[in-house]
């Protein structure tokens, strides 16, 4: 897959719309995705918030809500239940947050009662189609795990190579990105690069090339690894770039979206369903685009 557009054809192409447990979807861009989602045959929507200010709210837009359902619970903290007990119950494949503080919806999410926790760390995988490079780039984390250790880390890779092989990536080249590209014992991110290349040399990390640690620079443009003397699979062709911590991954994000005229489409992967979480500065067209990257991530699971 090149292109994030054609998640729209791939997911279609189940034949099997997804359906969504949308919590407190009063919200622009949320309402607008998930009607342009269930009029594209990728996804059926149910709405757990408000109803009256849903309503007053896709009239103002102009969204037809017709085709989607409607389940009053004027307290967020209420919708969030209703929607994590529908996941639950098997009764909807992927959840999505709306105007809901991503704290509240994710520890729910995480109590056992519910059994959508897999053992795994829940990690944010982004997908980003970014003109100046010559494919797609998976990367994580920009919104969930603050700073994270060796063993999340571990984790994180495995979300992001599930994702990558969903898009056709077999074995995605996996770069562990610092601000420089040599070990130094003072940094302790470069510490962990060193030893995630060596899991992956021994095969503890699978269906990967993982290499690190490296500046964004290599990672991205053989040029700038080639000047560096840096000789790697991973070096400047990288599907994958591991953040040290939450701050670089959200500035990444940033400036790759409000400067570099990129599309994205993120999911948190690592429960038993997709959840879509998107910032709240993101676009209707990115929510769209999440909820097609989780739908196939929820079709291929």
């Known amino acids: 897959m090149r292109r994030l557009g054609e998640l729209f054809d791939v997911v279609r192409s189940s034949g099997k719309p997804v359906k969504i447990a949308v919590v407190a979807g009063h919200d622009e861009n949320v309402l607008k995705s998930v009607a342009e989602a269930q009029?594209?045959?990728?996804?059926?929507?149910?709405?757990?918030?408000?109803?009256?200010?849903?309503?007053?709210?896709?009239?103002?837009?102009?969204?037809?809500?017709?085709?989607?359902?409607?389940?009053?619970?004027?307290?967020?903290?209420?919708?969030?239940?209703?929607?994590?007990?529908?996941i639950s119950k098997g009764e909807a494949d992927l959840l999505m947050k709306g105007k809901i503080k991503t704290g509240e919806l994710m520890s729910l999410v995480l109590q056992k009662e519910y059994g959508l926790r897999t053992g795994r760390t829940l990690s944010m995988v982004s997908v980003f189609e970014i003109p100046s490079y010559p494919?797609?780039?998976?990367?994580?984390?920009?919104?969930?795990?603050?700073?994270?250790?060796?063993?999340?880390?571990?984790?994180?890779?495995?979300?992001?190579?599930?994702?990558?092989?969903?898009?056709?990536?077999?074995?995605?080249?996996?770069?562990?990105?610092?601000?420089?590209?040599?070990?130094?014992?003072?940094?302790?991110?470069?510490?962990?690069?060193?030893a995630l290349a060596k899991m992956s040399d021994r095969h503890q990390l699978k269906h990967c090339v993982v290499d690190g640690p490296f500046a964004l620079d290599n990672a991205v443009s053989r040029e700038a690894a080639l000047h560096k003397g840096i000789e790697s699979p991973v070096a400047g062709d990288a599907d994958v770039l591991i953040m040290p911590?939450?701050?670089?991954?959200?500035?990444?994000?940033?400036?790759?979206?409000?400067?570099?005229?990129?599309?994205?489409?993120?999911?948190?992967?690592?429960?038993?369903?997709?959840?879509?979480?998107?910032?709240?500065?993101?676009?209707?067209?990115?929510?769209?685009?999440?909820?097609?990257?989780?739908?196939?991530?929820?079709?291929?699971?």
């Open 135 to 194: 494919k797609l780039l998976i990367v994580s984390d920009a919104g969930m795990i603050i700073s994270p250790d060796l063993q999340q880390k571990v984790d994180m890779i495995e979300n992001t190579v599930r994702v990558a092989q969903i898009l056709g990536i077999d074995t995605p080249k996996v770069a562990i990105i610092g601000a420089v590209e040599v070990v130094n014992p003072k940094m302790p991110v470069t510490l962990d690069a060193a």
């Open 39 to 86: 009029s594209m045959g990728i996804a059926e929507s149910i709405l757990y918030g408000d109803t009256k200010e849903t309503e007053k709210l896709a009239e103002a837009l102009g969204v037809d809500l017709s085709e989607l359902r409607l389940i009053h619970a004027p307290d967020p903290l209420e919708a969030a239940r209703m929607a994590v007990e529908t």
């Open 245 to 301: 911590d939450i701050e670089a991954g959200n500035v990444f994000y940033k400036a790759m979206v409000f400067l570099a005229n990129a599309k994205v489409a993120s999911s948190i992967v690592g429960a038993r369903v997709p959840v879509v979480l998107t910032s709240r500065a993101d676009n209707d067209e990115t929510k769209l685009l999440s909820i097609a990257l989780s739908a196939l991530i929820a079709l291929k699971g």
